[in-house]
C-alpha cells in the first residue's frame, strides 16, 4: 500500500521565519511528487517534482526531491501571514492510473 | 472562464437520503476524481474516471456511486449506505497525457447530516 507521511503535522512560526516541511514516500512505480496549498477551500498547485536534486522555485517558495531517500522538503522563506494554510504532499504512482496518495498535510500558521 | 465548478457548496442529508454532489469542469481535462477530506485525514480517493462512461473505485468506494456521461461532469451521490457522510468534498480534474499533469481542484462541498 502506498504511504506519504508528512511532518510536522501543525507549526506555527512568527513572521519573517523560514520554515521547512517536510514528506516521505513509499511507493511503487514512482511518478511525481506534488506541493499543494490549501487556504479554505481548494488546494492550489503549488510544485510538480519528477528529477532528484532539480530545485524547484516560486518566489519564496522552493521545493526539491530525493529520490534515494524518498522524501522531499518545501521551503517557504520570510514568511507571511498569507503563508498561513495547509500544505499538502501528495504521490503520483503507478502505470496508468494517474492516482495520488496524499499525506495528512502540515498546517503552518504564520503569526505576526 | 475555464475551472472546475462544484455545487452546492452546503449540503444537508436527512436519514435515508441519498444526496448528489455535482463537479463540472470546462478544461477539456479527461481524467476527473472524487475526494473525501476529513479533519487530519488528508485527502482520501473515493472514484476516479479517465474517459466517457468508464469509472474505478478508489480507497474509499463503499456507499458512493458515480456517473460519467460527459467529459465535463462527474456527479457523486453519496447514498443512505454510507453511514458517515459527513466530511469535505473535493472534485479534482487533469490531463492524463504523459501523466506529468497536476490535477486541479474545485471549491469543494462540505456535506453534514442533519
Known amino acids: 500500500e502506498d504511504k506519504v507521511v508528512q511532518s510536522p503535522l501543525s507549526l506555527v512560526v512568527h513572521e519573517g521565519d523560514t520554515v521547512t516541511l517536510n514528506c516521505s514516500y513509499e511507493?511503487?512505480?514512482?511518478?511525481?511528487l506534488l506541493w499543494y496549498k490549501q487556504e479554505k477551500k481548494a488546494p492550489t498547485f503549488l510544485f510538480m517534482l519528477?528529477?532528484?536534486?532539480i530545485e524547484k522555485k516560486s518566489g519564496r517558495l522552493s521545493s526539491i526531491l530525493d529520490k534515494k531517500e524518498l522524501f522531499s522538503i518545501l521551503n517557504i522563506t520570510a514568511t507571511q501571514t498569507g503563508d498561513s494554510a495547509v500544505y499538502l504532499c501528495?504521490?503520483?504512482?503507478?502505470?496508468?492510473?494517474?492516482?495520488?496518495?496524499f499525506g495528512k498535510g502540515t498546517k503552518l500558521s504564520v503569526i505576526p | 472562464d475555464g475551472g472546475i465548478t462544484q455545487s452546492p457548496k452546503y449540503l444537508f442529508r436527512k436519514e435515508g437520503q441519498n444526496v448528489t454532489l455535482s463537479c463540472e469542469q470546462n478544461?477539456?481535462?479527461?481524467?476527473m476524481y472524487w475526494y473525501r477530506q476529513d479533519p487530519g485525514q488528508g485527502l482520501r480517493l473515493i472514484y476516479y474516471s479517465q474517459i466517457v462512461n468508464d469509472f474505478q473505485k478508489g480507497d474509499i468506494a463503499e456507499g458512493y456511486s458515480v456517473s460519467r456521461e460527459k467529459k465535463e461532469s462527474f456527479p457523486l451521490t453519496v447514498t443512505s449506505a454510507q453511514k458517515n457522510p459527513t466530511a469535505f468534498y473535493l472534485c479534482a480534474s487533469t490531463f492524463i497525457g504523459d501523466g506529468r499533469q497536476p490535477q486541479h481542484f474545485g471549491d469543494g462541498t462540505r456535506l453534514s447530516i442533519l
Open positions: 478544461l477539456n481535462h479527461d481524467a
Open positions: 519528477t528529477s532528484s536534486g
Open positions: 511507493v511503487t512505480n514512482f511518478r511525481s
Open positions: 501528495a504521490v503520483s504512482s503507478g502505470a496508468g492510473s494517474y492516482q495520488l496518495t
